[in-house]
């Protein structure tokens, strides 16, 4: 996932079916027009633990809008002929075993996914049963990391990642305002633990300063909720992803 470029990375999430249910193409292809490395495709669901108020907002549009995993992967089937950067899938358990996980597995693998996040995976249940699925179908798949995350289970999940792991700026839920100062610090740590993954950093980067200030310590960082929120109103979304993504790589 990082070949090509392994600083500065910028990973971008958008809600999959949002704004409108056939927005999700549309959007992943501006993103990667404008400058995203990675994109962090959200699957919707009614309960997203991990999720601020407009991440959140944006998921119940999307369902309203009638997006399912079914729908998404029939929206996906042909995305590799205009997307050529990684995407990953984030999202929750329950609607993913509910569509089947191993179904899951092989058709993200079929249509071209490269990772999965699923935030509510817990390590000892990827480790006797779904890793093997997961790794049967080479799907990278993302462990989150937290300031509260001991040095031995960080290097545990760093161990069991593959992509990268994605340290998460502090346990609360995503979009928050923050000083970042102690996130700095933290990345220091996680840099001199010399991890065998890359680190993206999420939470709280919502614009060039946040993001250069991630980029000192880690790869790259990832920006979802002020993502949304610059296309949640907008008239145009091309115009809008390429005014905020310019306003944080420019």
């Known amino acids: 996932m990082f070949e090509k470029k392994d600083s500065k990375v910028l990973n971008v999430y958008c809600t999959a079916g949002y704004p409108q249910l056939e927005s999700t193409l549309q959007v992943m292809k501006t993103l990667q027009e404008n400058g995203a490395d990675i994109i962090e495709l959200g699957m919707p669901y009614s309960d997203p633990l991990a999720d601020g108020p ?4 944006s998921g119940g ?40 996980f191993e179904h899951f597995c092989k058709v993200a693998s079929e249509v071209g996914i490269d990772g999965l996040i699923l935030p509510d995976l817990p390590e000892h249940e990827f ?98 909720t002020a993502y949304i929120k610059a296309i949640e109103n907008s008239n145009n979304v091309e115009v809008s992803t390429k005014e905020f993504l310019n306003s944080i790589l420019k």
């Open 54 to 57: 407009v991440i959140q907002a």
């Open 61 to 100: 549009k999307a369902l309203s809008n009638g997006m399912t995993i079914a729908k998404l992967f029939e929206q996906l089937k042909d995305f590799r002929k205009e997307i050529n950067i990684p995407v990953v899938l984030m999202g929750y358990m329950n609607p993913v075993l509910q569509y089947g």
């Open 127 to 224: 480790e006797t049963e779904y890793g093997a699925v997961i790794k049967k179908y080479n799907l990278d798949f993302i462990f989150l990391v937290t300031p509260e995350t001991s040095e031995e289970r960080i290097k545990k999940l760093a161990s069991l990642s593959s992509g990268f792991l994605y340290a998460v700026s502090s346990s609360s839920i995503t979009g928050k305002d923050k000083d970042f100062s102690p996130v700095e610090k933290y990345l220091q740590r996680l840099r001199s633990m010399k991890l065998s993954n890359p680190i993206l950093v999420g939470f709280g980067i919502k614009d060039k300063e946040t993001f250069e200030s991630a980029c000192k310590y880690a790869n790259g960082a990832i920006i979802g």
